[in-house]
């Protein structure tokens, strides 16, 4: 079905971006997953995904730096709200996860043995996951 009418391709791949974006979770440029948190879900030994600067652009924490409960401290009293952190998402919402799974399954399930189109779907229940 989804091979057959790209527009529904389009459509099935912005529903995909957006769970994704409303998880909170992402790869970046190198591959290495990274999730946005609240400051209050923040835990040490997580490791800084990005720095993080203040408002006048001065450097306060450098990416790659694993976190103390010193630096979530530094971090809540400069009033950050949340920040990007390295690592797949802590939580998943596993009724919102089973029901995009199975609509992954219900729009490749014309696929047939095509081994392409199995892949696909394979993979992309794989990034969800």
């Known amino acids: 079905y989804l091979w057959a009418h790209p527009e529904s391709m389009f459509f099935f791949f912005q529903d995909l971006v957006q769970y994704a974006l409303n998880r909170n979770a992402f790869a970046g440029k190198a591959g290495i997953r990274m999730q946005r948190l609240d400051i209050g879900k923040v835990k040490p030994s997580m490791v800084l995904a990005m720095t993080i600067k203040d408002k006048n652009g001065n450097i306060v924490l450098l990416k790659g730096l694993e976190l103390t409960e010193r ?59």
């Open 71 to 129: 630096h979530i401290a530094i971090l809540k009293n400069r009033d950050v709200k949340s920040l990007i952190v390295e690592g797949a998402p802590m939580e998943r919402e596993s009724v919102v996860l089973d029901t995009l799974l199975e609509e992954v399954d219900r729009r490749f399930s014309t696929a047939g043995s095509n081994p392409v189109v199995l892949k696909i779907r394979d993979i992309i229940k794989g990034l969800l996951a």
